[in-house]
C-alpha cells in the first residue's frame, strides 16, 4: 500500500500533538508504578458540580414536517389531555431523550462529559458511532483508517485542505462548486484549477474526458504549475448541479488517481438522501399530501445494496481519499457537527491542526446527536431508517416542484429545462434560449442575459442561486452558466413549492417575451 504520509502537507507535518498538563513523555525512574486512584490537580477543568445544567430533555418528531401533520395533532378520544406538541403523557415519554448528569450506560453520554473539555477527536461513544456508520455505509477498502469529528462539513474541508496542500499546490475542482471551498485553498496557499461539468441530462457531473486530457497534457495546459495534488468533489447530488456518479465512473477517476498520485476529497453532506425518478403518478390526487402518508418504501438492506452510490472510500485501497460527512443535512445545521474519514496518518494531521484551530466539536453537541441517535432511535439502524423518512419526504418535494415546472408554459414550449437529481436537494434549471449551444446568444453575453432575469425572478417573489456565482472560473464556465440551482428543502409546505416553481417559471417565460429583458 502507497505510504499515505506523501500526501501530507509540510505545514501539517511539522504540527506535533502536547499538552502542558500531560504526564511527561520521557521513560519513567526504574520501579515507578502509577498510582490506582490518581488525584487531577493539573488540568484546569471545572468539576461538572459547578455545571448550572442538571439534564436535559429533547423532546422528538417520529417524521419529518410532523407538526404539519393532520394525524401528529388529532386529538385523542376519552378524557386523556394532550401536550402543546400533541402527544398525550405517555406518548412524550416515548419520543424524548433525557440526558441527565451522570450515567452509567456506556455507548450514551453524560452532561458531566457533554458540558467538559473534550477530546479533540471527539467523544468516544460518537466516534465510535461515526466509524460503526462508516464500517456499515461505506467501508474503506484497507484497515488502517479512522475518523475525527469536527465542527460541520466546512471545518472538515478545511482542515482536510490544511492537511494535504501547501503553498503552490494545485487541486482540481468541479467548475461549479460549493464556493466557501476555495477559500479553505487559497487560506493554505493551494491553487485551485477548474474541470468542466457536463451539464448534459444523463451526466455523471464531472467532465471525464476533459479531467483526462487534463491530467495527459497538464504541462502543456499549465506549464507554470505542479501536477495536480488533489481534487475536490461532491460526487453525490452535486452543488449546484444535483449530479451523482456512478460507481463505474468513479472507478475511473480513482484509476487516474492512481495514476496521476493525487488525493481525493470527497464532500458528501448529501449522499444518503437517494432520489427515485420523477414520477408524475404520484400526483393523481390533487389533495394536499399529509407528511405522515410519506412512507418509507425500503429496507435498510435494500437501501445499502441497491440505492446508496457506494464512495470513493470503498474504492481506496491506497489511503488518498479523505471523505468529509456531516450531521447538518440530516439531524441540523446549527449543531455544527460533522466527521472526516481517511487514512489514519491524515486522520492525525487533522488532529493535530484542530489543536491549534477549534480545539474539536461542541461536547454539547455531540452529547445531543449521539444521544438521539442511541438512547431512542436505536442506532446504526435506527438512524438508517430515520435517513430513509428524510428520503421519502426529499423525494416528494423534488416531484412537487418538477411537476410545478413540467406543467409551466415556459417548459411546454422549450424554454427551460430541469435535470432530475439522484440524490440530494439541488435540481439545475437550464434556461434554453440562453444557451450559447443553441445559437441564440453568444458565450460572454451568458452571464449579464442572467443577471437581467435574476432580477426579473426576484421580482416575481422567489429566490434562486445562478450558475455563475458558483464557479471556480467566472471565465472559463461562461458558456454553461445559463442555468439556476433550485432547492427544495427550505420551504415550508407543499402549497409553497408548487407556487415557487409557478413564479419561477412565469418569470422567465415574461423576461423571453420581453426580447431577453427585463
Not at 504520509?5 to 511527561?24: G, W, Y
Request: proline fraction near 6%; glycine fraction near 8%.
Amino acid at each position: 500500500m502507497t505510504d499515505a504520509s506523501q500526501f501530507i502537507s509540510k505545514r501539517a507535518q511539522s504540527r506535533k500533538s502536547s499538552h502542558f498538563a500531560n504526564v511527561p513523555t520521557e521513560q519513567p525512574p526504574a520501579g515507578f508504578k502509577p498510582h490506582s486512584k490518581p488525584l487531577l490537580l493539573s488540568y484546569g477543568t471545572p468539576n461538572d458540580g459547578f455545571f448550572p445544567i442538571d439534564s436535559i430533555d429533547v423532546n422528538l418528531v417520529k417524521f419529518p414536517f410532523e407538526h404539519q401533520s393532520k394525524q401528529g395533532h388529532a386529538n385523542g378520544s376519552g378524557s386523556t389531555s394532550k401536550a402543546n406538541n400533541g402527544y398525550t403523557k405517555e406518548e412524550e415519554n416515548s419520543t424524548s431523550v433525557h440526558i441527565s448528569r451522570h450515567t452509567k450506560t456506556p455507548n450514551l453520554l453524560d452532561l458531566s462529559r457533554g458540558l467538559q473539555y473534550a477530546p479533540v477527536p471527539g467523544l468516544e461513544p460518537l466516534l465510535e458511532f461515526t466509524k460503526d456508520f462508516i464500517a456499515k455505509t461505506h467501508k474503506p477498502a484497507y484497515d488502517d483508517w479512522g475518523s475525527i469529528l469536527s465542527t460541520g462539513a466546512s471545518d472538515g474541508l478545511n482542515k482536510a485542505c490544511d492537511a494535504i496542500l501547501d503553498p503552490g499546490d494545485v487541486i482540481l475542482v468541479e467548475e461549479f462548486t460549493f464556493t466557501p471551498f476555495l477559500k479553505f485553498v487559497n487560506n493554505v496557499g493551494g491553487v485551485p484549477v477548474p474541470v468542466k461539468i457536463n451539464l448534459s441530462n444523463d451526466s455523471d457531473g464531472l467532465d471525464f474526458e476533459h479531467l483526462e486530457n487534463l491530467l495527459k497534457n497538464w504541462s502543456k495546459e499549465h506549464p507554470s504549475l505542479p501536477k495536480p495534488k488533489a481534487l475536490y468533489t461532491i460526487s453525490t447530488g452535486q452543488n449546484p448541479t444535483g449530479f451523482t456518479q456512478t460507481v463505474e465512473f468513479r472507478r475511473k477517476v480513482y484509476k487516474l488517481a492512481e495514476e496521476h498520485n493525487f488525493v481525493i476529497i470527497e464532500d458528501d453532506p448529501y449522499g444518503y438522501l437517494t432520489l427515485p425518478k420523477y414520477d408524475p403518478s404520484r400526483f393523481s390526487s390533487t389533495d394536499k399530501v399529509d407528511p405522515a402518508e410519506l412512507k418509507n418504501d425500503l429496507t435498510i438492506e435494500d437501501y445499502l445494496s441497491n440505492h446508496l452510490t457506494p464512495s470513493y472510500l470503498e474504492l481506496d485501497t491506497t489511503g488518498r481519499v479523505i471523505r468529509v460527512e456531516t450531521f447538518s443535512k440530516l439531524f441540523a445545521p446549527g449543531l455544527r457537527l460533522g466527521f472526516v474519514i481517511g487514512h489514519a496518518k491524515i486522520i492525525d494531521a487533522i488532529k493535530n491542526y484542530a489543536e491549534v484551530a477549534n480545539r474539536g466539536a461542541s461536547g454539547l453537541s455531540q452529547t445531543v446527536v449521539n444521544n438521539v441517535i442511541q438512547d431512542k432511535l436505536g442506532g446504526i439502524d435506527g438512524w438508517l431508517n430515520w435517513i430513509l423518512k428524510m428520503r421519502a419526504t426529499y423525494s416528494h418535494r423534488k416531484d412537487l416542484l418538477l411537476q410545478s415546472i413540467y406543467q409551466s408554459e415556459a417548459f411546454k414550449k422549450g424554454l427551460v429545462d430541469v435535470i432530475d437529481p439522484k440524490a440530494g436537494m439541488f435540481v439545475t434549471f437550464k434556461v434554453k434560449f440562453l444557451d450559447p449551444a443553441e445559437g441564440n446568444i453568444g458565450g460572454d453575453e451568458v452571464v449579464s442575459a442572467m443577471k437581467q432575469l435574476l432580477w426579473k425572478i426576484i421580482s416575481h417573489g422567489v429566490l434562486v442561486v445562478p450558475g455563475y456565482n458558483m464557479t471556480v472560473d467566472q471565465n472559463f464556465s461562461l458558456e454553461r452558466s445559463n442555468f439556476f440551482r433550485l432547492c427544495y428543502a427550505p420551504l415550508d409546505n407543499d402549497d409553497d413549492i408548487i407556487e415557487s416553481g409557478r413564479r419561477l417559471t412565469d418569470a422567465v417565460l415574461e423576461f423571453h417575451n420581453n426580447g431577453n429583458k427585463f
